[in-house]
């Protein structure tokens, strides 16, 4: 039998739920070099008492599989629903916006850029990213919005996390965060859209902007490294 201890790989109790997705992450990776099954997974993080409660999605109790799913409780979820009622009759709701954001990796920095008069985020440091189109993938999405926003060409795409938003109970964001990497290392960043964003710069995770993107300062509380998750 091997005994492994956690806290000297670097996996600790989490503080919200995106750190519990991190520590899980790693937990996964781990079991796997140990040729751990599975199944053990949720003994190991019981002892390390990550409790019930930072497994489970913070506001989301109907939803236990995605641990970045800040959807409202039951009975707000009823209440919007309802606001679309008109005359008896429902009216179609707005679908949710679907977008995709990347964490550009170069060396031990990643790029941020700050946004300019949108409605979510205003003057706040974001990723490139945006909406996914009809019939396109995460990566072409991904490859797309950070070409139309940066000029950059990026490769080796791999999938982080997923974020499940409820913004002023009207505005509904599911974002896909990936990592990527820029395929010529020697290209600099252009603010393709400055009506969007005041320009791109590289930070490292010990030096980030501020004032960051709530769901992205979150993940980074919680202990979210883009640089450190493998699979
Ligand atoms: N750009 C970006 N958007 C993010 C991040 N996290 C996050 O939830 N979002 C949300 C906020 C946006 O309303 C949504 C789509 O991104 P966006 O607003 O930048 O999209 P865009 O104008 O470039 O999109 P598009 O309509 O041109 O496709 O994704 C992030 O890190 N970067």
Redesign the pocket.
Known sequence: MTTVNLRTLGISPARNIHGSLYSVHKLNNLLQQHHVQKSVIRLVVKSMKISEHSLKPAFSPNCPIFLTCNMPTSNLTTQIRASYVKNGEMSHPPAP?T?V?VFILKGNKMLFGRRRS?S??DNTF??????L?PGESYEECAKR?VK??TGLDIKNIELLTS?N?LYYEETH?D?TYVRAYLSDPNQTPQNIEPD?CEGWEWYDLNNLPEPM?G??SEMFQGGFDPFRIAF
């Open positions: 916006e977008g954001s949108v979510v985020g974001l990723l490139p990213g945006g909406h189109e919005e139309e926003e974020n938003n964001l974002v969007k993107f769901p992205l």
